[in-house]
């Protein structure tokens, strides 16, 4: 009996860390295939799906274009939309379903008034490969919260396009 208890045990520390390391395995594998996906530059369409903000209205469209550069193992985005400039930007954390969540604030000075923004994105592929994603945004103007809105977002490969 002390056998087949101690063959047991033996089983167990032989087996456990092998398919311990497959699953970090796969894991590690699935984000740098996702990462090789998402290098190099995308057009960003992005709806307004909801708005308590005066000054974005629900419907709302807009375009902009986000490149993501890898440095130091890590993927950055950059956020490129006209006459906004950044401010702040962080790398993409990826979670454990694959989806990348990344937060950036971002600045517009436009006739004496200045916009700021603070964005939280979440994006994942979907079930036909598209990059889709929700942007939750709070806005500012001239230093005061005006509202906050969400934003429904696709974004199409460059070389895709």
Request: hydrophobic share 40%; aromatic share 14%.
């Amino acid at each position: 009996m002390l056998r087949v208890i101690l063959f047991l045990i033996i089983i167990c520390f032989v087996a456990g860390p092998s398919s311990t390391r497959a699953s970090v395995f796969q894991l590690t594998a699935s984000k740098y295939d996702i990462k090789s996906k998402l290098l190099g530059q995308w057009k960003v369409i992005s709806k307004v799906v909801w708005s308590d903000c005066d000054y974005v209205a629900e419907g709302s469209e807009a375009e902009s274009e986000i490149v993501f550069k890898s440095m130091h193992g890590k993927l950055y985005p950059e956020w490129r939309a006209e006459g906004w400039n950044l401010v702040r930007d962080n790398a993409v954390d990826f979670f454990y379903d694959d989806s990348l969540h990344w937060e950036r604030e971002s600045k517009l000075e436009k006739n004496g008034e200045y916009w700021f923004v603070k964005t939280i994105n979440d994006f994942n592929f979907d079930e036909h490969g598209r990059l889709v994603g929700i942007s939750h945004v709070k806005q500012y103007l001239n230093g005061e919260f005006v509202g906050s809105y969400i934003t429904e977002s696709e974004l199409i490969s460059a070389h895709n396009s």
